[in-house]
């Protein structure tokens, strides 16, 4: 690392620190004024039990803002270098566009592993922690509504329905069973308060059991069932693709889903994860290439303007990018990819203007 770039870099990473420590506290802040209730009652008032909150969820709420507090810390750090004629300085010594990016780029990819371990390490693991805890989170961005209240399964040609909320925990209660002959004809329904699996038999309790033909209700205490269902892919399946590592999401994808979800869905998802561990490194190369614009007329409100609007932009095409392969409308690659390689050529272009 150059010397210039070493110092800009340090400049940087100073800022960045602030913005993302400020941005995640004040987010947390509004989130503990909405959530301190339920966290309370459900520590059995123990007040403690909002500090082990704050904790569970700083991981997933410090993965939102890393993207921002990088471009909020590049925009600072180049304004204030412009104000001191520092970059006019830096440019005038023959230092280019590309050299100042080569400078940072160091530290652009630490904060492209932090991003990465935040996404698949850190916010899988605390989500878990705080499902586990029984604590209802708010609501985030990505594929929800193929979750919904009850996850279907099969096993072999039965059809299995189980709340959601029960696969998560790796419990089966509440389930219903349609026993389907080899034509797919439903023959028989059986609904189980719970189940058990003793062996390789699940035991079935407070059944009631429902024949098609003759249409007969029957209710028994216990019933066998010779169903198989792995716990590992129902807490897989009933989670949001966001809560889940990139192993899991592999698996899925080898798995085919399990029959419950497109493929295309998992590889959607699989190429954002990586895609979107960029971000933080786009953004810093985003206000650098827009720097050179502005330095000599010291145009801080228009820089700012216009990174904040490219920025922003970059943020709304990806979710929208995303939301269309989640749908099937983009090829995986292309819905997580796309987005990136958008922004990589708008700063290709502008480095390629100013060094020409």
Known sequence: MTVIGGYVSRRFLWNFILMLLGMAAFSLTFELMEEADQVISRADGEALA???????????????????????????????????????????????????????????????????????????????ALHDWGVKTIERGGYTSGIGPTLWLRSGTDIVSV??????????????????????????????????????????????????????????????????????????????????????????????????????????????????????????LLVVSLTQRFHRTGGFVRLMALTVAIGFGSFIFENTSLALGESGFLPPWAAAWIPTLALACLIGGLVARSEG
Do not use: C
């Not at 630490?110 to 693991?125: C, E, I, K």
């Not at 389930?175 to 699940?202: K, P, T, Y």
């Not at 497109?262 to 810093?284: E, G, K, Q």
């Open 163 to 284: 709340p959601t909320d029960a696969a998560r925990e790796r419990r089966l209660t509440g389930l219903q069973i349609f026993r389907r002959d080899e034509d797919g004809m439903l023959i028989e329904q059986i609904n189980a308060a719970s189940a058990e699996r003793v062996d390789d038999i699940w035991i079935l309790t407070d059944v009631t059991l429902q024949t098609i033909e003759p249409p007969i209700i029957t209710q028994v205490p216990t019933l066998t069932w010779d169903g198989k269902i792995d716990f590992e892919y129902m807490e897989m399946l009933s989670s949001d693709l966001k809560e889940l590592p990139i192993d899991q999401i592999w698996a899925l994808i080898e798995n085919e889903g399990y029959g419950q979800r497109p493929t295309n869905l998992f590889r959607t998802w699989l190429h954002y994860r990586i895609a979107s561990s960029l971000s933080p490194l786009m953004m810093i």
């Open 50 to 128: 909002l500090l082990r909150y704050s904790a569970l969820r700083l991981p997933d709420i410090l993965s939102q803002m890393v993207p921002i507090a990088a471009l909020l810390a590049a925009l600072f750090t180049l304004s204030i270098l412009m104000h001191h004629s520092e970059i006019v300085a830096i440019w005038s010594g023959g230092v280019s566009v590309a050299g100042v990016m080569r400078g940072l780029l160091p530290i652009g990819f630490v904060l492209v592993v932090l991003q990465f371990s935040l996404n698949d390490r850190a916010v899988p693991a605390t989500i878990a």
